[in-house]
């Protein structure tokens, strides 16, 4: 009976552990497709889940960071939402590929036409975003959720230095170590001419490997031919002698 208590006692408490959890890590969030290094281009979503059993998000505000503005933002269609990108001047002008950019995203808004995203359902909103800050380790997008009861869920809150997550924390975007460059190429030529080098010695290999085996073939060819020769010689010298 004391054993049946307290696996049911066990049980309960591991169900409400995992439904803390839950609703602990419902929240809006962002995350990579594969990875964001620094100084580079990425596709990123953003996740939303709605957390409301007699509502459905019908709206999501992502804030940009004004502190690493993001010169290039490019959302993807997302059937069934309308997308606004607001546009902001740039206090201090941003230097991409040789040219100056003196406004940046600031803001993109979804808007549901529809149903939006019911209750029990999430969605996910990508963007394709660069370029990356070489600076820093992450970004914080600061987002608002509109439910279509009027009730606006504000996930604004950036994380402590303590490492504990906040009640309405804002999505953050880690930030991985830069690539060989900002498109992902080579930083410079010395793995390419490697490369190079061993494809001309595997070359190079191979032509010579190709010309013993001829040298080695004619060989062997030259031999049979003469062998055939003194054959030939000595059976016309013996009818000669007949």
Known sequence: MNVS??????????????????TASAHVSVQPQGEAAKGGYATVNFKVPNERDDA?????EVNF????????????????WKIDVTRSKLAKPLEVHGKKIDEAVSKVT????GKGIEPGFFQQFPLSVGQLPEDADQMVFKALQTYSNKEVVRWIEEPTEGGEEPESPAPVLALSAPAADAHGAPADDKSGEAAEEKTTASSDDASTSNSDSTARVLGIVGIVVGVAGVAFGVLAGRRRNA
């Open 5 to 22: 208590r307290i696996a049911l006692a066990g049980g309960v408490a591991a169900s409400t552990v995992l439904l803390l959890a839950g």
């Open 65 to 80: 960071p004004t502190d690493h503005p993001l010169a290039s933002v490019s959302p993807q269609p997302v059937a069934g």
């Open 56 to 60: 459905s998000t019908v709206k999501l």
């Open 110 to 113: 979804w808007t549901a036409d």
